[in-house]
DNA sequence: TTGAGATATAGACCGGTGGTCGGTATAATA
DNA sequence: TATTATACCGACCACCGGTCTATATCTCAA
């Protein structure tokens, strides 16, 4: 066999984005080694040179997606002109264009995330995502309190309960992107319920007026299902579609 | 080797207690089929008569765990006398004082499913008993709407909130419990003020007065902790303790 | 220019895994 | 009693994650 030799770090990325590849496609259990470093066209040996076990690859997965997402909202971060609440709203918008406007194949990604199989590989990402977020949002709500803006005695608290509520969004949409598009409306309808609810829910937390925190706006999900589903023209496409299947 | 024949049945419960105990000990993808039949004293064959796979074995264990885990809050479920802040009170009552009240084994049980090489198990267990127990909430929360004790638009996702809640709540217990002694303290503070945080919330989703859920009595963390330490002498032993480890 | 590490790659090999299969003893049924 | 269904056995299998030895290629000081 002829050996390869590249620069190590695109090796490193390509590995990873091979993993990911399989890791979503399979599951992280289902998708063996041998699967992976065939897709990467590298030897055993080379792999266990860039990684210590499947594990620390999932880990080194789980942790380039955190930063990502975290690097997607360092502008709201570090916006000199946003109030804390503000910034909440504009890191829950955020979170909200990203369903919108992103590229299909993260839509992908999500959908993929949330299916049984990937339970493991989801979980790391999450806490990696958590650990990164955890105490951008504590230094939000705190901010708040100090201000007089927010009213809560357990700010860590409060900061877990919003990523809590922003995970079960996405967790929920999953769901009913799973289900049939004959049942689409009443999806759409159940989780516009669910999101006005934790709009509520945060608001009463943190001692605000109803109606201050915007996770997204009204019809937000609607948007959100259909420019998944990459049909612009509604749920009569939908329809079509799902007959033609 | 003799053959040995028994109720199927006790076959199948057997096999269930085996596999419970060494995927609790080991986690589930640790804990091999060989060890499970060696410790239930049977053959592959034998475990492929009862059990589909290995993963089949695994749902049967979650099926188990909700409900049993819904049949100890039958009562209250049942319970005639109580109106529906009553009855939501009584049921978060009732985990917080099975976790005081009920044998070490079962703490044990608790402190290994927040264990990391226990998540999948965990996940299926969380997935059973949340389908057994959203409904008997939803129930009592729908029932307080009507009474007009409760004010809310969404009772299946509060419902899905207070599952969130109490979890979380065992989520964070576990984690003080995994720090060390000398941090108890500190542990138990945290822990006592994010309880608090979850009664206020809950307050405020459902549209009622501050202080009107409970879930624990004000100091019921630092019982939970030392009860489980199997020191009833409080911290000064569980000092001592740590000093001779 | 050389040659001695350090680094990057290859792939045979290993113990162990979940799962299959052909067979057999026992229980139930007719 | 004959037949069928059930309960059980254990050898066997493909494949898994991981180890190891060998070797090709890079780096850089002498």
Redesign the pocket.
């Known amino acids: ?6 620069h ?1 770090e695109l ?1 490193r990325e390509e590995l990873l984005d091979q993993a990911q590849a399989l890791f979503l496609m399979h599951g992280y ?1 289902r ?5 992976i470093i065939a897709a990467a ?6 792999f ?3 990684f ?4 620390a690859l999932l880990e080194a997965l789980a942790e380039r997606f955190a930063r990502q997402a975290l690097a997607g909202v360092q502008k709201i971060v570090d916006d000199p002109n946003l109030d804390p609440l503000g910034r909440l709203n504009a890191l829950l918008a955020a979170s909200r264009q990203a369903k919108i406007d992103t590229a299909p194949e993260a839509w992908a990604l999500f959908e993929t995330l949330f299916r049984p199989e990937n339970l493991v590989l989801f979980h790391r990402i999450n806490l990696a995502a958590s650990k990164s977020f955890s105490p951008v949002l504590v230094e939000i709500i705190k901010q708040g309190v100090e201000d007089g803006a927010f009213r809560t005695f357990d700010p860590e608290g409060v900061a877990e309960i919003v990523m809590q509520f922003g995970l079960a969004t996405y967790n929920v949409t999953a769901k009913a992107l799973a289900g049939s598009d004959a049942d689409m409306d009443i999806a759409i309808e159940a989780l516009e319920k669910r999101v006005r609810l934790y709009e509520i829910a945060l608001d009463r937390i943190l001692g605000l007026p109803d109606g201050s925190i915007r996770i997204g706006e009204p019809g937000f999900v609607r948007a959100v299902m259909t420019a998944r589903r990459g049909n612009p023209a509604g749920p009569a496409a939908a329809s079509k579609r799902a007959a033609r299947d």
């Open positions: 066999m002829p050996r390869i030799i590249r190590p090796r259990d998708a063996s080694l041998n699967d066209g590298i030897s055993k040996g080379a266990y040179h860039y210590a076990s499947k594990e």
